[in-house]
């Protein structure tokens, strides 16, 4: 069984989960643009990750490493 303040409360905490969300809601752009823009995003990564050399090493070589065991 709840208390009253318990049930006030929650009350409260509604009120402002609500009224986050619906600044949320207000402040958020576009989805076009902002699609556009993740979309751009990830292509501008994709191409930093292919534009290195093709002949990298699979593995790292561990030459002058002060742990090799």
Do not use: N
């Not at 905490?13 to 969300?21: C, I, M, S, V």
């Not at 576009?30 to 501008?44: H, I, M, N, Y």
């Amino acid at each position: 069984m709840f208390s009253s303040s318990h049930l006030y409360v929650a009350a409260i905490l509604d009120e402002k989960r609500a009224a986050a969300a619906a600044e949320r809601l207000a402040s958020k752009p576009s989805t076009s643009s902002e699609f556009k823009a993740r979309l751009g995003d990830a292509v501008q990564s994709v191409w930093s990750l292919l534009s290195g050399s093709a002949d990298r090493p699979s593995t790292p070589t561990l030459c002058d490493y002060p742990f090799r065991g």
